[in-house]
C-alpha cells in the first residue's frame, strides 16, 4: 500500500521556491512547524522574496507569530514579512535569534511568511526557518495510508536524519 504525509490544521502548506526545486525533507516547507530545532525551512538564493505560505479553508484570527532562525555565523534571515489578508508586519531577528511579531487584527484565510531581510556572508548552515509558531494554530503531518488497509501488527518507519557531521546529509 501507498502511504503519504497529509497536512493538518491547514488547507495547504507551500512555499515559493521555483517548482522542481530538490530540497531535502528537513528543508521542506513543514519542516519549519514540526517543533524540531534542527530541521530548517530551506528557501534557495536568492532569498529575499522567498516565502512559505499557508492557507486556511475558512478565516481565522490569528494574533501573532514566532519564528527562530538556524543557529550560524554566516548568512542568515535578518527580518520577516508577514503578510495575511488585513496587511502586512515585519519581525527582526533579536539576540537570542528569535523573531516575533502582532499580526494585523482580522481573521485571515492566508498568511504569508517572506524572507525581508539577509545578513550577507558564507553559509555555514542552513538558511532558512526554524520552529514556526503561529497563535492558535496547530500543523501536523501523520502519514497516512490508502484505503483498504487493515491494521497491521508492526510498522516500521526509517528517516535519514540531519547530521551537522554527516558530509552526505546537510
Known sequence: ??????????AT?????????????????????????????MPVAPYVGRALVIRFDTARR?????????????????AIDVVTDHGRRRATVDGQGVLRADLPP?????VRIEVAAMVTGAATDAVGLADVRLD???????LVTAGGVGPADTVELDRAT???YDLTRR
Open 1 to 10: 500500500p501507498r502511504t503519504a504525509a497529509e497536512v493538518r490544521g491547514a
Open 13 to 41: 502548506l507551500t512555499d515559493t521556491n521555483p517548482h522542481g526545486t530538490l530540497v531535502p525533507p528537513e528543508g521542506q516547507p513543514y519542516a519549519a512547524f514540526d517543533d524540531d530545532p534542527t530541521s530548517t525551512w
Open 62 to 78: 490569528i494574533g501573532s507569530i514566532t519564528a527562530h532562525i538556524p543557529s550560524t555565523i554566516g548568512e542568515r534571515v535578518s
Open 106 to 110: 482580522g481573521a485571515t484565510r492566508e
Open 136 to 142: 492558535g494554530v496547530h500543523l501536523s503531518r501523520p
Open 162 to 164: 540531519r547530521d551537522r
